[in-house]
């Protein structure tokens, strides 16, 4: 599904969003959203969603065939061949910072996700 492009606001949007944005702090009736004070039940990234690149990649048939039968009911294999990739590239690179802790870090990083 391709994302469709943001449409451009208006002169009226713009100048509504510059007089919101100059408005000092105390200015905002926050009244109607009350503070938050338990962050107990919060998930970090929980609205993150990285950038995906599409690419063609030949895979051992039996491969593919055990992550379709690992995933519900053959749907998301991709995202699971997607996390068995990240935890290896992230077993690495620890692996690569115990090996060279006397040494400059690596420049590379596995992004979290």
């Known amino acids: 599904m391709k ?8 002169r009226k949007q713009m100048a ?13 009736d926050t009244s ?8 107990g039940g919060a998930r970090r ?3 993150y969603r990285p950038i995906k690149q599409q690419l063609t990649l030949r895979l ?5 065939a055990w992550f379709k039968a690992h ?3 053959g749907k998301g294999y991709q995202t699971l061949i ?8 992230k077993g690495q690179q620890k692996r690569s910072r115990v090996a060279h802790s006397n040494q400059e870090r690596p420049s590379s990083r596995v992004p979290e996700a």
Do not use: C, H, M
Request: glycine fraction near 2%; avoid cysteine; proline fraction near 6%.
């Open 82 to 89: 997607n996390q068995a990739l990240r935890e290896y590239a």
């Open 16 to 28: 509504e969003l510059k007089s919101l944005a100059a408005l000092p702090d105390s200015a905002i």
């Open 60 to 64: 051992d048939a039996d491969l593919i």
């Open 3 to 10: 994302k469709k492009a943001p449409k451009t606001l208006t």
């Open 71 to 73: 995933a519900e009911s």
């Open 45 to 47: 990234g929980a609205f």
């Open 32 to 39: 109607d959203a009350p503070e938050v004070l338990d962050w």
